[in-house]
């Protein structure tokens, strides 16, 4: 069963590109999701396979995947991107999602 | 466009059956490779799935759950209904029900979300 980590926290200064890691064995054949949570708000999908935005999300999300990291990168980060973000795969043998355990981004 | 809202008890007594509804809209759990999740968050930790159903009543539940967990759907009312007996204070957590497109592997909608405390 796959095990995702997130550092729990990662701080950037407005507009400056913000990188956030989502470590795990052999994840780049896996097809990795990001959502954004903030205080007291459900998750939001941010990017989906990878590096793909869904409709109405800001082209300053994007994402990468490769060997044992998937990474979540926000370019010109924006006060109101200070929330946490969790990576998401989906376990193809027991057929259910797999979250990491989260990143608090903080604008400084 | 897709919307889900979760409903139940605020506050539920160690031991009791929690039972949560999550209605939706703009989607038919009568569609092919549509599922409906369940994900809780106890205050300031990580999501955790619970279980899912899918468009065919074929159902996926977390296996350190599985004996306490119960998932159902009512296609004409738009509902999927989760049951978690025997809580305890762990079990304490905003609960989500979040739309699984058709044969994709992640949550595109989410519910906003139901706080649950387990307290006697």
């Known amino acids: 069963s796959h095990v995702l980590t997130q550092p729990p926290s990662v701080s950037v200064a407005p507009g400056q590109t913000a990188t956030v890691a989502c470590g795990g064995r052999s994840l780049g054949i896996e097809t990795v999701h990001w959502y954004q949570q903030k205080p007291g708000q459900a998750p939001v999908l941010v990017v989906y396979?990878?590096?793909y935005r869904p409709y109405g999300i800001p082209e300053r999300f994007s994402g990468s995947n490769s060997g044992n990291t998937a990474t979540l990168i926000i370019y010109g980060v924006e006060a109101g991107d200070e929330a946490g973000y969790f990576c998401q795969v989906w376990d193809k043998s027991g057929d259910h999602p797999v979250f990491g355990g989260g990143t608090k981004l903080t604008v400084l | 466009h897709i919307t889900l809202k979760e409903s139940g008890p605020a506050l539920v007594k160690p031991t009791q059956t929690l039972t949560l509804t999550c209605t939706f809209s703009d989607f038919s759990l009568s569609t092919y490779g549509v599922g409906v999740g369940w994900i809780r968050q106890p205050p300031g930790k990580a999501l955790e799935w619970l279980a899912l159903i899918y468009w065919n009543d074929e159902k996926r539940y977390n296996t350190s759950l599985q004996s306490r967990l119960t998932i159902t759907k009512d296609t004409s009312k738009n509902q999927v209904v989760l049951s978690l007996t025997n809580v305890g204070p762990v079990d304490t957590a905003t609960y989500y029900c979040?739309?699984?497109?058709?044969?994709?592997?992640?949550?595109?909608?989410w519910g906003q979300g139901a706080l649950v405390t387990v307290s006697s």
């Open positions: 979040g739309h699984r497109p058709g044969d994709l592997d992640y949550f595109d909608f």
């Open positions: 396979a990878d590096k």
